[in-house]
């Protein structure tokens, strides 16, 4: 894939790369494509997020129970 860029994008991009220290403009141009899908999937999960019927009340208790499944042993916090 190609793309042509008018001469003020292209200054920018070879700035972008050479500041955040890519190896290319690719590198630059696919990290941008991910943190758009990134974007467009967070977008989505919360408009169904909005649309659907609430859980529960989201009160002190709730929370606590969310930070006392968070805390219990063998739990790394990371994901695989």
């Known amino acids: 894939m190609n793309i042509s860029l008018p001469d003020a994008l292209k200054t920018y991009v070879d700035e972008q790369v050479i500041q955040r220290g890519y190896g290319t403009s690719s590198e630059y141009v696919r990290e941008l494509i991910r943190n758009d899908?990134?974007?467009?999937?967070?977008?989505?999960?919360?408009?169904?997020?909005?649309?659907?019927?609430?859980?529960?009340?989201?009160?002190?208790?709730?929370?606590?129970?969310?930070?006392?499944?968070?805390?219990?042993?063998g739990k790394t916090g990371t994901r695989g």
């Open 37 to 73: 899908q990134d974007r467009s999937r967070l977008r989505e999960m919360l408009l169904v997020g909005g649309a659907s019927e609430p859980a529960g009340v989201a009160d002190p208790a709730y929370f606590d129970g969310l930070r006392a499944k968070v805390r219990k042993p």
